[in-house]
């Protein structure tokens, strides 16, 4: 199905322009050609490419490379700035979703998240769990892990690339412990209305496992006030930081529902204490931090963090639509057919499209060599551009698939 872009943004214009210099709100709104100058990357590339793996921001480069100075040059002696910086990385994750920072752990990746629930949820055999049928991997494999112990996973096939709420809660029955879902679909940009899904997995007595890589940093989250019970996303997207830190947040209630995994000397009260020997759990989301740190990447990742809490999220969010929308204006303008749904409140961050005549590989190839950065997904292309992305990039974009289109 072919959906037609700008639909439904009641906030933002059909026809805005983005500027290379400047950004398209007004009114002491952020600034993006400050926010581009934080993205090296921008000097040379057009970076469509955020839903796979984001550059990393100014501030998270020069982090990681202030760590790395100071390791080298001085050994642990720094350790306890270093801790403190972990500490800030945690509290800046947890305002980022208005939750408290004792809900939130620092975690290597998404998949490490999942496990924390899939392994430790008390199952019985019989339970089952509710998954969309398109997921990436890392949202399928550690519930299908669970048939060992007689848990039913239960993927809902996806409509075309859509996953409404309603789908999800459908396919529940008595015996459903979670509903684990996207928050955007990493191959067709179909974001979940939140609110409505946190509704009607609770009316069904379940809990909401929210796989979120594909939209923090992208879009805001009040976790008071949309009530995921779970959530985990690696910072490597759209939060622009290094592979292999990431974030999970438990809603407190559900602490001890938990059988701690990966247990270490992290995980106990008296962590620095290595005299004793007690197994007393933190009574925090820091029980399930086990082991040492990647410290390189927290500190890197927390001050990525910084960089999108003081831009704001939900100008954020704003901005990273209006670019998508020109985008797919200028995609269609040329011929391409849009599959993503761009109506709101669906459309993200996220656009598949297809270029008649011109395969999906070869035309991702030909953008590379024109430093385009972007993916094949689902049979097509897809683009993923952040708020920095400006009218040049799309303009560049647009060019290298011109020149593709020419070429095949």
């Known amino acids: 199905m072919r959906f037609r872009c700008g639909l439904g943004g009641a906030h933002r214009a059909k026809d805005a322009v983005l500027t290379p210099q400047e950004g398209m709100d007004t009114d002491g709104s952020p600034d993006w050609a400050e926010f581009r100058r934080q993205m090296p990357v921008a000097r040379r590339w ?15 480069g020069r982090a990681l490379a202030r760590w790395a100075e100071d390791a080298v040059l001085m050994g642990s002696a720094d350790y306890a700035a270093w801790k403190e910086g972990v500490e800030e990385t945690r509290r800046r994750a947890a305002r980022l979703i208005a939750a408290q920072s004792e809900e939130i752990a620092l975690v290597p990746n998404t998949t490490a998240g999942i496990n924390l629930v899939a392994e430790g949820f008390p199952w019985q055999p019989g339970d089952n769990v509710v998954v969309p049928d398109n997921e990436f991997p890392t949202n399928l494999y550690p519930w299908m892990n669970l048939a060992a112990r007689g848990v039913e996973t ?39 209305e939140l609110g409505l899904l946190a509704e009607m997995v609770h009316q069904r007595g379940a809990l909401l496992f929210l796989d979120a890589i594909q939209g923090l940093g992208a879009f805001p989250l009040d976790v008071r006030r949309t009530p995921v019970d779970f959530l985990a996303a690696d910072g490597h997207k759209w939060l622009l930081g290094p592979e292999g830190a990431g974030i999970f947040y438990i809603r407190r209630e559900h602490l001890d529902r938990l059988r701690p995994v990966g247990v270490g000397w992290h995980s106990v009260v008296h962590s620095s204490d290595f005299s004793r020997i007690e197994l007393a759990l933190r009574q925090t989301a820091a029980r399930y931090e086990g082991g040492s740190w990647n410290m390189a990447g927290t500190l890197a990742l927390g001050a990525s963090l910084g960089l999108i809490e003081r831009l704001g999220p939900e100008a954020i969010s704003r901005r990273i639509l209006e670019v998508t929308d020109l985008a797919c204006r200028r995609l269609e303008e040329i011929g391409a057919v849009v599959r993503s749904d761009r109506r709101e409140p669906h459309s993200s961050g996220i656009v598949l499209f297809e270029l008649p005549g011109c395969d999906p590989v070869a035309a991702r190839k030909a953008c590379l060599e024109r430093q385009v950065a972007l993916s094949c997904r689902g049979g097509g292309l897809r683009i993923s551009p952040h708020a920095y992305n400006d009218a040049s990039d799309v303009g560049r974009l647009i060019d290298a698939l011109e020149a593709a289109r020419k070429q095949a």
Do not use: K, N
């Open 46 to 60: 057009a970076y469509f490419d955020h839903a796979a793996v984001a550059p990393l921001s100014g501030p998270a």
């Open 154 to 192: 239960r993927r809902v096939p996806a409509e075309e690339g859509r996953m409404p709420a309603e789908r999800l809660a459908a396919a529940c029955d008595a015996r459903t412990r979670i509903v684990s879902a996207s928050w955007v679909s990493y191959s067709s940009g179909w974001r979940q």
